[in-house]
């Protein structure tokens, strides 16, 4: 089956801190990826659709300066949490589309990401 | 917009038994695709199962199958010989072509041995 992988998978930061994390489809090309936010014991909120080539469409609510998106190959989505803030702390997932089922996300295995 | 609501937070079931886990969504669309994803301590979201709705039969896969009711707007999964390893959190989803999920708020599955 369609894999997706994630790196960081977990990382700490200090406050004011730019955080990098990647999402990747190894063994197919992606050209939607989608990025979540995971609170303990909470349903998986969406931020955004990352969009290779164009501009990543996010959901409202969420800051674009804040969760910067780049979906540079149709193998790699960037999330990058500028100036992070212990309010950021969260568990975040990727999720891509396999190609030929568009309707079925296969999931990154997650980042948690602490901001001190 | 769409809305999946999955109303039991917790759910227990003793080892070998079947335990089912309910979810009820809304739409007006005709043709979307329905989903149960399992996530386990590790936080990996799997998938379990998947139902088209074009599709009258219900899914199966191996122990884990589903009720799925279009006209009631409801997608059951139900789990026969419950397994240690099959406690989790279990999310219900929607879909459509355009590829962006709908989830539920999750069932955390206990299982007692």
């Known amino acids: 089956g369609a894999v997706v992988s994630q790196h960081p998978s977990w990382v700490i930061c200090k406050s004011g801190t730019s955080v990098k994390i990647e999402c990747r489809s190894l063994?197919?090309?992606?050209?939607?990826m989608f990025w979540y936010r995971q609170f303990p014991k909470q349903s998986l909120m969406l931020m955004a659709t990352?969009?290779?080539?164009?501009?990543?469409?996010?959901e409202q609510g969420v800051e674009k300066d804040k969760f910067l998106i780049n979906h540079a190959s149709l193998t790699l989505s960037t999330l990058t949490v500028t100036s992070a803030h212990p309010e950021d702390s969260s568990f975040y997932i990727c999720?891509?589309?396999?190609?030929?089922?568009?309707?079925?996300?296969?999931f990154g295995p997650g980042t948690r990401l602490l901001v001190l | 917009a769409q809305t999946v609501t999955q109303s039991q937070p917790e759910m227990s079931v003793q080892e070998a038994e079947t335990v089912t886990l309910s979810c009820t969504y809304d739409?007006?669309?005709?043709?979307?695709?329905l989903f149960w994803y399992k996530q386990p301590p590790s936080r990996q979201m799997i998938l379990v199962i998947r139902?088209?709705?074009?599709?009258?039969q219900n899914a199966t896969e191996n122990r884990f199958s589903v009720n799925f009711q279009k006209a009631a707007k409801s997608f059951s999964l139900k789990i026969s010989d419950s397994q240690l390893g099959d406690a989790a959190m279990y999310f219900c989803?929607?879909?459509?072509?355009?590829?962006?999920?709908?989830f539920g708020d999750g069932t955390t599955l206990t299982v007692k041995p």
């Open positions: 999720s891509a589309n396999s190609p030929g089922t568009q309707e079925t996300q296969y």
């Open positions: 063994d197919f090309q992606a050209t939607t």
């Open positions: 990352s969009n290779e080539g164009s501009k990543a469409t996010y």
């Open positions: 739409t007006s669309e005709s043709d979307y695709y």
């Open positions: 139902q088209e709705a074009y599709k009258q």
């Open positions: 989803a929607y879909n459509t072509n355009a590829g962006k999920s709908t």
